[in-house]
C-alpha cells in the first residue's frame, strides 16, 4: 500500500485558495562546524548538484568533504551572519511577506509562503501547511532567475516529490526562469544607477553569476546562455559598450572545468591590467547569502586589492526592494491566469457545495 501524507479534513462548502510558494537553496541552522555537517551532506548528496558516479563521490563525500568543510565554511557562514540570523534566510522570509502585501493590495489574496531546498523551512513541511490553509491551486516559484538543474531543477524535484506522496494533489503550475523579464531587468539596473549616485561609476561593471561544471552547457543546460542574456540586456539598459562590463562566473568547485571566466580570474586580471575602481554585482541571486557577502564582497575584494586593484565596490542583491518586489508580483500574476477567484466561481462554489450535501 502506498504512504500518503495527512490529508487535511475535507469540508464540501470551504473557499479553494491559491498559493504562491518561493523556494530558494537553503542554509544552515546556525554558523557551526556541527550545523554545517547535515547542511552540507544533504546539498551535496543531490544527485543534479555532483553527477559523478555515486559510489566515488560517496566515497569523496563522507571520507573528506564533510570531515574538512564544515568548519571552513562555518568561519564563513559566521563572518556574514546577522542578529536575525542566516541572511538568506532573512532575505527570503521578507520577500514572501513583501509580496504577500503587495499582492494583497491590489485585490488578489493568495496564500504566500517560502520553503528552502535544502535544509528549513523544508518543502514538504510548508506545502502541507499550505494545503491546510485550503491551497488547493499552488503557483511554485524558484528564486533562481536563469534555470539551471542544478539549482530551479532540483527546487523543483522537491515539489515534485512531495506531490508523489499527497492523495489528494493540488493543481500546480511552475515558473522556471525569469532571467529576462522586463521588472527583473529594470530593477538591477536601477540598483546599479543608485549605487554609481551615492558611489562615483567605477572603470568597469563586473556581473557575476554562480558557476555550474562546463559539461552541463554540452548536455543541454540553459542556464550559460541566460546569464550571457541577463548580463546583455542589463548593459544595455545601462547603455553600456561591451568594454564596458564583464560577465564571469564565480564558486567554482573541485577540478573540474567550469563555465568560464572565473570570477576571481577576472578580478585578478583586471587589477593587474591597470583598471583601479570596479562595481560588482551578482545578478542571479535573488537575495544577499553566502556566495555574494563573503565570496564576493569579502574575498573578491581582498583579491582585487591585493593585485593592485584601488577601489572595490560590492552592489547589494536585490533583496528588499520595492522595485524588486513589483517585479515578482507582475511575474506571479502573469502566471496565475485563470486562477483568480471571480464572483461567478464564487456562485459555483455554493451550488456545488449544496450538491454535494444533497448526495451526502
Known sequence: MPHYLTEPAFNHGYTPKTGVLLLNLGTPEAPTAKALRPYLKQFLSDRRVVEIPRAVWWLILNGIILNLRPKQSAEKYASIWSQEGSPLLVHTRKQASLLKGLLGMQGQQLVVDFAMRYGNPAVEDVIQRMRAQGVERLLVLPLYPQYAASSSGTALDAVFRTLLKMRNMPELRTIRHYHDQPGYIAALAASVREHWQKNGRGDKL????????????????????????????????????????VVSFQSRFGKAEWLKPYTFDVLRSLAKQGVGKIDTICPGFAGDCLETLEEIAIEGKELFLTSGGKDYRYIPCLNERPDWIAAMAELVTANLGGWIATPDDANMRQLRARACGAKH
Do not use: I, N, Q, W
Not at 217 to 241: F, M, Q, V, W
Open 206 to 245: 563586473v556581473m557575476s553569476f554562480h558557476g555550474v561544471p562546463r559539461y552541463t552547457l554540452d548536455k543541454g543546460d540553459p542556464y550559460h546562455c541566460e546569464c550571457l542574456k541577463t548580463g546583455r540586456l542589463l548593459a544595455e539598459a545601462l547603455e553600456l559598450s561591451g568594454d564596458d562590463y
